[in-house]
């Protein structure tokens, strides 16, 4: 029912910055959050940043003061701002959007690759 595609992951130098996208599409009226979770291998999936529907935002430890999280309603887009990377940023990246059919429901994109090396 919803849809999530990503891009704007590739390889940065560490200091570097990124853009990740991540366009909705489908039964997007009952999407309320959305964000960016993170896994790199052989570790867990982990919260990176999330925003709601109103626009509060919520980030790990790890990135704070480095990584901005934000939407555009109009677009159905969330997009992560990613500064001064490091080497441990190096993961695959998963927009995830949560909706809402008389329960909560989970939708993940099929993850980008980012790699910060130098």
């Known amino acids: 029912q919803v849809q999530l595609v990503e891009s704007g992951g590739g390889l940065v130098q560490p200091g570097g910055s990124l853009r990740l996208s991540c366009a909705a599409s489908?039964?997007?009226?009952?999407?309320?959050?959305m964000g960016w979770y993170r896994q790199a291998p052989g570790q867990q999936r982990e919260l990176v940043a999330t925003?709601?529907?109103?626009?509060?935002?919520n980030y790990a430890d790890s990135v704070k003061g480095r990584f901005t999280i934000s939407r555009d309603n109009a677009k159905n887009t969330v997009y992560l701002q990613m500064n001064s990377l490091k080497s441990e940023d190096t993961a695959v990246y998963y927009c995830?959007?949560?909706?809402?059919?008389?329960?909560?429901?989970?939708?993940w994109g099929q993850g980008t690759q980012v790699t910060v090396s130098s």
């Open positions: 925003v709601t529907a109103r626009g509060r935002t």
């Open positions: 489908g039964s997007i009226f009952c999407i309320y959050n």
């Open positions: 995830n959007a949560r909706a809402y059919y008389d329960t909560d429901y989970d939708y």
